[in-house]
């Protein structure tokens, strides 16, 4: 290997459970974490649904779209699927792994081991910064309980999303509505999507995917504020508005995000924003302008409504366990 070949190749493993920014954000941590003249190269290990189950409980998505989900993350080089809960030293060195890298709380597997007490003893263990405000339990009490308010401030979230949009190269340009104006260095061959981008899975990654082949160039994405969405479905979103924002900004398939975008663009937007193509992938839209549209097929997504039906059938899975126990 040439030293331009040469990259700091760093582990980092989990559940990968759901759209949560703070998982998001630990892999973003790892590009800055170490001082290093080399550039970064990130692998991320996933545990298995048996696994996950084993040393924790039951995941709220399947390993299929929890492997395909993360693969979508922008700085993400490469997913390792089925990866042991305890982070063994073959794993890492068959994937010639210089550090380990983990959120700065203790984690266990089901036995009480240090789940990476291996890469500490082999001085190849480095933590990030937790990040508050999300969990995949408060996923599901938002899932059980939708009335109760998604997120207690915006100010962090939008930290974040300028930290997500600056740690994109190049940059993710994050607007807002109706006044959409992109960087001038901004490719030409514009596509515009637009959508709620709830319960953000892999689903979105690939139809994200198939809008942006389909437009043939760089990708904008309108999100639907929280207002729009519960209009448009009639419930109330799974993610608040600036979580989906960062669903897309951290997605691989997206150049540009507009905030509050609204349930059908205008032709003054369509003009500002200086769209070559419109990709649906639902209703049709009738640009009534000399712009191409084009429409995808859309793949499975998840809804507010399958996770429900899925944490109650676990709810009464653990339920009807514990009345055996009793019993
Ligand atoms: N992580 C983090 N901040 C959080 C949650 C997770 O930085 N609030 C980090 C973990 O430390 C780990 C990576 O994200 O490096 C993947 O974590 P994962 O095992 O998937 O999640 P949990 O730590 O189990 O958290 P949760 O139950 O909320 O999914």
Redesign the pocket.
């Known amino acids: 290997m040439t030293t331009s070949e040469k990259r700091t190749r760093y582990w980092?493993d989990?559940?990968?459970?759901s759209f949560?920014w703070?998982?998001i954000?630990?892999v973003r941590q790892t590009l800055t974490l170490v001082p290093s003249q080399f550039p970064v190269h990130i692998t991320v290990g996933v545990h298995s649904d048996a696994e996950i189950l084993k040393n924790k409980g039951p995941p709220l998505f399947g390993e299929r779209e929890r492997y395909d989900l993360i693969r979508g993350c922008r700085w993400v080089d490469q997913v390792v699927e089925d990866v042991p809960y305890v982070t063994q030293l073959s794993t890492i060195d068959q994937y010639n792994i210089d550090f380990v890298?983990?959120?700065d709380?203790p984690v266990l597997d089901a036995d009480g081991n240090d789940c990476y007490a291996f890469a500490k003893a082999a001085g190849r263990y480095v933590e990030?910064k937790?990040?508050a405000g999300?969990?995949?339990?408060s996923l599901i009490e938002r899932i059980l309980h939708p009335d109760k308010p998604r997120i207690s401030s915006e100010e962090p979230l939008r930290e974040l999303l300028r930290a997500f949009s600056q740690s994109a190269t190049p940059n993710v340009p994050v607007l807002t509505g109706e006044k959409g104006v992109l960087p001038e260095e901004f490719p030409a061959a514009r596509a515009l999507t637009w959508g709620a981008w709830d319960c953000f899975g892999a689903g979105h990654v690939e139809l994200l995917r198939r809008i942006r082949d389909a437009g043939g160039g760089s990708l904008i994405v309108g999100v639907w504020d929280d207002a729009t969405v519960e209009e448009v479905t009639g419930e109330k979103p799974l993610l608040a508005h600036l979580e989906r924002a960062l669903a897309l900004v951290q997605c691989r398939h997206v150049d540009a995000v507009i905030l509050h975008f609204p349930r059908t663009p205008s032709r003054p937007l369509l003009s500002s924003l200086d769209v070559s193509t419109v990709v649906t992938f639902g209703e049709t839209y009738d640009a009534d302008t000399s712009i191409k549209v084009l429409t995808v097929d859309c793949p499975p997504l998840q809804t507010v409504a399958l996770l429900r039906e899925k944490v109650h059938a676990q709810l009464k899975l653990f339920e009807d366990r514990q009345r055996r126990k009793g019993a």
Not at 134 to 137: A, E, G, P, V
């Open positions: 980092l989990g559940c990968f459970d949560h703070a998982h954000n630990a890298v983990h959120g709380d990030c937790r990040t999300i969990s995949t339990t």
